[in-house]
């Protein structure tokens, strides 16, 4: 497949020095840009002006400065793409008059008069035939409403919707939570995640859409190094590269100095760490420790597909089973049969609970993001209105893998409603 991607913003300029722009950072576009690389497919990256313009090694780069420049460089280069992916922040209006000297403050300039720069997607629409296009929508107000009027009136296949009023996504950060609205209606709320992963998944759409299947980079070679022939060493190491995607998979927890959220990779080395240290701790005398770390680093593979979804939110919850099913299904089935069946069985082990270990390493789950929500004064709680009962509902369980861990989270919790921390 043939990608077309745009990104950063746009400058207008007032005279040779000033200029109008926005705070598009283009980190967005250059992760679809690397992901539609990665994924296999040719990618030309038009990009305006960003801090670091260099390109991911194999992405054909066209520089641009203005709103025009950008809009002769889709056009030039429409007929060779197969998809567009629109993620650029094109400014929306230029001054009407541009002045060939910079402007003094003797000047005494009385007003600005702006004029409309061309609107991109809606200038190239009659050109689209049966490529894919998909546009960005960067909102502070009425998100979906907008998106809906924006993908309807430029006649795309699909919008990327974000409030870039929020501080963790949008503009200027590494993680965005996005909706992608479809043409055919459909809203898909996706959880935060860094803007690598969500642009795998962008990606990922449009090849779904267009019936196109991800080719990645050159496999280890048959043989390598006296590996077998028979493609198993390929598909461990296939395994071995998707996984490293856990690592831009962000959970709704700071870390315990409050910097940034934490990713699934280091909440599950965090929770292997725990249960070498709190193995004593567990109801069972006898646990297997071993079986206990297989079982955290793995719980949470699946969000590579499924997304981190928040533990108090009761729509996200509905059809979480399902979307963490298909995710396993894709997976595990990455590695050779024998080993994909042993990954995926200590997935299930974790999810039922009904081994002493599985008891245990759910504990450890638990009793990890209260240390988190605690340590950080219990912003996280704070901001999405959570009481103290309705912590004491969800950790409930941990006391089936360790009384002992049980009681130091009860005691957590009085603590951080005593502390202000929590909602009585």
């Known amino acids: 497949m043939r990608v077309l991607v745009t990104a950063g913003p746009t400058r207008e300029f007032i005279d040779p020095v000033r200029f109008i722009s926005n705070r598009s950072s283009g980190k967005m576009g250059y992760a679809v840009a690397r992901a539609a690389r990665d994924r296999g497919h040719e990618v030309v990256l038009i990009s305006g002006p960003v801090a670091a313009r260099q390109p991911p090694h194999g992405v054909r780069l066209v520089p641009v400065v203005t709103a025009a420049e950008m809009l002769a460089a889709v056009e030039s280069n429409l007929d060779w793409c197969d998809a567009l992916l629109m993620s650029a922040a094109v400014a929306d209006w230029r001054p009407a008059d541009l002045s060939d000297r910079k402007l003094k403050k003797a000047d005494r300039l009385a007003e600005l008069r702006l004029e409309p720069t061309a609107d991109i997607l809606l200038t190239i629409a009659p050109r689209k035939g049966s490529r894919t296009f998909v546009g960005f929508a960067a909102e502070t107000h009425n998100l979906l409403s907008e998106a809906r009027r924006k993908l309807d009136r430029k006649g795309l296949d699909a919008i990327v919707a974000n409030d870039v009023s ?216 704070a901001k999405h209105g959570i009481g103290s009962e309705q912590v004491r509902e969800r950790n409930q369980h941990v006391e089936d893998g360790s009384r002992a861990l049980w009681n130091y989270a009860e005691s957590l919790i009085r603590e951080a409603v005593k502390q202000g921390f929590l909602k009585p």
């Open 166 to 381: 929020r501080s963790d996504a949008g503009f200027d950060v590494e993680t965005n939570q996005v909706v992608l609205v479809t043409k055919d209606g459909l809203a898909q709320e996706w959880p935060l995640m860094s803007k690598a992963a969500v642009a795998e998944r962008l990606v990922a759409w449009v090849e779904t859409s267009r019936g196109v299947t991800a080719s990645p980079g050159k496999p280890v070679p048959a043989g390598l190094d006296g590996a077998p022939a028979d493609g198993r060493l390929t598909r461990q190491m296939d395994f071995i590269r998707e996984i490293d995607k856990l690592k831009c998979v962000f959970r709704r927890t700071l870390l315990m100095d409050g910097s940034r959220y934490e990713n699934d990779a280091e909440h599950s080395w965090h929770l292997a760490v725990m249960a070498v240290l709190l193995k004593e701790y567990a109801n069972e005398p006898n646990l297997d420790l071993e079986q206990v770390i297989k079982l955290v680093l793995v719980h949470d593979l699946v969000e590579i597909d499924a997304g981190d979804t928040y533990c108090y939110d009761v729509a996200g919850h509905l059809d979480k089973a399902a979307r963490e099913q298909a995710a396993a299904d894709r997976i595990f089935a990455l590695l050779p049969g024998d080993q994909g069946a042993v990954i995926r069985r200590l997935w299930e082990e974790f999810e039922e609970r009904e081994t002493p270990e599985a008891r245990f390493a759910a504990a450890l789950d638990r009793v990890q993001p209260l240390l988190h929500n605690y340590f950080t004064g219990g912003q996280i709680w």
